[in-house]
């Protein structure tokens, strides 16, 4: 038996269960582009890169919300599409994004779930990268800040537990150092070493 206060819950990050990854004014991520150059470790069964459609979430947010309650979650931890929220990765806010997250977490709390929000699971809008080299570059800190704030701005009244970055290794060595995940940089060490230092930040 669970003790008295334990949470029960389920988790997500936006690629693996959004979909709609080019719909109402998002921009591309980082993760986007990968699985487009790199499909099949990200093969769905149809043949398409599975961030595509993943589970279609943001067209089946009841569908999905319904589910979390037959499961009789307590909490339900997801994460953020920084290129939902902010095409470009910084301002002006795509309404479409935060519209679809005002939804999410209403439904959350009409069902008694208490939403774990993630800010950033690996999926740093591309465009992000391309101008700044991503996570290699200082000045993401920064950007990540205004990105976050707006994220409290708008939804901090809804939601008490908020992480930050979810697996900053993963992201440092295999996202700039091997390149094995998204965006695919083989900078070595060095490169991997000055992402983390960013990352922690």
């Known amino acids: 038996m669970f003790p008295r206060g334990f949470l029960w819950g389920a988790g997500s990050a936006a690629f693996q269960v959004e979909g709609a990854w080019d719909r109402d004014g998002k921009g591309p991520s980082v993760l986007d582009v990968f699985a487009h150059r790199h499909a099949a470790p990200f093969q769905s069964p149809a043949g398409r890169p599975s961030g595509d459609s993943a589970s279609s979430s943001y067209d089946h947010v009841e569908r999905d919300l319904d589910g979390l309650s037959v499961l009789a979650v307590s909490h339900y931890r997801f994460s953020l599409a920084w290129a939902r929220l902010l095409p470009n990765g910084t301002a002006p806010a795509n309404p479409a994004g935060l519209h679809y997250y005002a939804r999410l977490l209403s ?34 800190v920064d950007l990540f800040l205004d990105y976050a704030q707006l994220c409290f701005q708008h939804f901090g009244g809804h939601v008490r537990y908020w992480l930050t970055i979810d697996n900053p290794y993963l992201v440092a060595w295999h996202g700039y150092a091997t390149g094995k995940l998204a965006p695919g940089v083989r900078g070595g060490r060095e490169v991997g070493y000055k992402v983390a230092h960013h990352l922690l930040k």
């Open 107 to 140: 439904g959350l709390r009409q069902r008694g779930i208490e939403p774990v929000v993630t800010l950033y699971h690996w999926d740093l809008p591309q465009t992000l990268q391309d101008l700044y080299g991503g996570w290699e570059n200082p000045v993401l």
